[in-house]
């Protein structure tokens, strides 16, 4: 069974741009959720999708939106881009149908930078 | 929201002793904790984790316990070995897939 596979793994954007990364969770698995990890403040959760419904979000400003579509496939975008977005962008999947959180896998993430 | 602790930020050992990692939570709905190890370069993976309704769980050389009065739950991996040598990050959750994650313990394991 493939893992989760994240596009692009590097990209290098300027101030002031926006940026849209892609996620494709594991067969089967119907939840996707995005984190940001710095060196900082470690991962931090950005939103959570089931079935093309946001459940969950965290506390992030509104520039960060993300969306999934029929197939479970998410994105997640970044507008009018701050040095501190800089980050790796991971995303992680799970199958999602039961309330209790399980086990999430993670993808390898996009490492963005902010120039 | 849910605020996680983790301590030490960084732990160095020598090979064989053990470990330890705590991790203190602060939302008492929670129910989820497990613990990721990510090494260098790769994306975090889970090692183990427990539910609320358990108090101690144990996977050859880890074990977490979980003391749900005091809040805390804490990582133990006995007999180190250098490819034990990672980042540690705890988390919490009250459901739907989402974890709030302690800041991570760099373990550094020496031969």
């Known amino acids: 069974k493939a893992g989760v596979t994240q596009t692009p793994r590097y990209l290098i954007k300027t101030r002031g741009q926006q940026v849209t990364l892609s996620c494709s969770p594991i067969s089967g698995h119907r939840s996707v959720s995005w984190y940001q990890q710095t060196p900082g403040q470690g991962l931090q959760f950005l939103f959570e999708y089931f079935s093309e419904t946001q459940r969950n979000k965290g506390n992030f400003p509104g520039r960060f939106s993300g969306r999934q579509f029929s197939n479970s496939r998410s994105e997640m975008n970044v507008s009018t881009l701050e040095l501190g977005d800089s980050a790796l962008y991971l995303c992680?999947?799970?199958?999602?149908?039961?309330?209790?959180?399980?086990?999430?896998?993670f993808g390898e993430g996009s490492r963005l930078t902010v120039l | 929201g849910e605020n996680v602790e983790q301590h030490p930020s960084t732990l160095s050992v020598q090979e064989g002793d053990s470990a330890v990692i705590k991790c203190t939570y602060s939302d008492s709905a929670s129910n989820y904790f497990p613990w990721y190890k990510q090494e260098l370069g790769k994306r975090p993976q889970l090692i183990i984790d427990?539910?609320?309704?358990?108090g101690e769980k144990k996977d050859q050389r880890i074990a977490v316990t979980l003391n749900k009065t005091a809040k805390h739950f804490s990582l133990h991996i006995t007999e180190t070995q250098p490819e034990d040598s990672a980042v540690y990050f705890c988390?919490?959750?009250?459901?739907?897939?989402?974890?709030?994650f302690g800041k991570g313990t760099m373990l550094l394991v020496s031969p």
């Open positions: 988390a919490a959750s009250g459901g739907y897939s989402t974890l709030t």
């Open positions: 427990i539910r609320s309704n358990v």
């Open positions: 992680a999947s799970t199958p999602g149908q039961s309330a209790n959180t399980g086990e999430l896998f």
